[in-house]
């Protein structure tokens, strides 16, 4: 049975690249660019950039927009040149846009997640979706994918949720290449139920949030839920921060090691990584990294606040895009034979970002190290409700009250002086999007006595 279903699949994705053109022309460009030399590289994304500037004035943006002056203008030598957008602005934007394109009947709405606050507008066209399905097969096998090999996941997206039922007839299963289990907060019968398909689908590929995987990995070492070598082809996580540590545990439970996968709604694949451990950044975009305070470019090896050029949007000007996420990006060749732009750092979100009273900048994964050495925690959510004073929610075991008051006493001593509570809970809140969010900030919200 499976290998008619790896057949069929291989078959389809040969039929696709041959006959949608546009399917093909994305992975061909992802493919291409990974091969040419720096400049080459550049000069090829600015040109399409241009492009796409002349495409959206020709659209009429020019005068539909806030954006006009930024679209009157496609002569630019570097993407310095050209203004930032922030969500902010692209929510004020997206209006006009969706008014100038009301007449074009292949754009579809779209949203982002809404992980740390109000969701994103932003619109997409079918074209879009074609190109972007092939640059993302290339992302896909850059992760180790290969078509035919069943994709097995744990993600909490509620618009999956209704398809996350495992495929039990012999007929669906051959239909379906992706198998999802979804859920905001799975618990022992969900992860076993994972487990179990993964089993039954030997040589599989296996993704989804990152605190469900590790979450179903330790589940499943506690529970001595044995997975043969091999089972598991390839593994990946998106969505949210992965370490060490999370490396670890999962290779201990599925016998493969979890690779990174970094992307978004509104721009899907930004980057993977592949067998050498690089963190290749998807051709279709142009990253930057600005100055966290300034925002103008950082130096190479930097850490700052990252920028996404969208070069196959032709319905949004995602352009020069304050994604919400703070990295170091650097040119690399890799030993797996491609070269271009890595992702070598992902150091978190800007909303993860606090102050102290003395104006020291502290980035939430702090917290991280702060509690890995304690293996009762499971996983964990910071709320801050006052300028110093932070609430800390595990799941997990008890923690004693030695671990406890060290916990507190390290954070104290780094955190000027914080305040710490901390807190087992049964379970953490998520985002809309099921996202484990680890830190919020809720000082809108504090006491007088806080």
């Known amino acids: ?78 993407l310095a040149q050209l203004p930032l957008l922030t969500k902010t602005e692209l929510r004020q934007l997206f209006p006009a846009l969706r008014d100038s394109f009301s007449k074009r009947d292949d754009l579809r ?90 089993r039954d689908h030997r040589g599989c590929a296996v993704y989804g949030f990152t605190s469900l995987l590790v979450a179903c990995a330790r589940t499943a070492l506690d529970r001595h839920w044995e997975i043969a070598p091999g089972t598991v082809s390839t593994a990946w996580v998106g969505a949210e921060k992965l370490t060490d540590e999370h490396r670890e545990l999962f290779f201990e439970a599925f016998h493969t090691r979890l690779r990174d996968h970094y992307g978004s709604r509104e721009c899907s694949s930004i980057a993977a990584e592949c067998a050498a451990g690089t963190r290749h950044v998807n051709p279709r975009y142009m990253v930057e990294v600005a100055d966290y305070d300034t925002r103008r470019p950082a130096g190479p090896g930097q850490e700052g606040v990252l920028l996404v050029t969208d070069l196959f949007n032709d319905a949004t000007p995602l352009i020069r895009y304050e994604i919400g996420d703070l990295g170091v990006v650097d040119w690399c060749d890799c030993p797996c034979g491609r070269q271009g732009l890595q992702l070598t750092a992902l150091t978190g979100r800007i909303a993860e970002m606090f102050n102290l009273p003395s104006g020291k900048r502290v980035s939430s994964l702090y917290f991280n190290h702060l509690l890995k050495q304690y293996p009762a925690v499971h996983q964990f959510q ?45 379970q953490l809140d998520r985002s809309p999007s099921g996202k484990l969010v680890q830190y919020r900030d809720l000082r809108a919200n504090r006491s007088p006595s806080d």
């Open 109 to 198: 709405i779209n949203s982002t997640g809404g992980s740390t606050g109000e969701p994103v507008f932003y619109l997409r066209s079918r074209r879009l979706d074609r190109c972007g399905a092939g640059a993302s097969h290339a992302m896909l096998r850059l992760l180790g994918w290969r078509p035919g090999m069943a994709r097995l996941s744990l993600w909490g997206s509620e618009r999956d949720i209704g398809r996350a039922e495992r495929k039990t007839g012999w007929l669906e299963r051959l239909r379906a290449d992706s198998i999802l289990i979804g859920g905001f907060a799975p618990g022992e019968r969900e992860y076993r139920q994972f487990v179990d398909a993964v």
């Open 382 to 426: 910071v709320l801050q409700l006052g300028d110093t004073l932070f609430e800390i929610h595990y799941t997990g075991d008890d923690l004693t009250a030695t671990d406890s008051t060290q916990v507190g006493r390290i954070a104290a001593r780094f955190l000027e002086g914080a305040r710490i509570r901390i807190a087992r809970v049964s």
């Open 1 to 78: 049975m499976w290998w008619l279903k790896k057949h069929i699949l291989r078959g389809k994705y040969r039929w696709r690249s041959i006959a949608d053109r546009d399917f093909a022309w994305g992975m061909n460009w992802c493919n291409t660019n990974w091969q040419l030399p720096q400049e080459a590289m550049a000069d090829r994304q600015l040109q399409k950039l241009r492009e796409l500037i002349i495409a959206f004035r020709q659209a009429g943006q020019c005068q539909a927009t806030a954006y006009a002056e930024f679209i009157r203008n496609a002569q630019f030598d570097t």
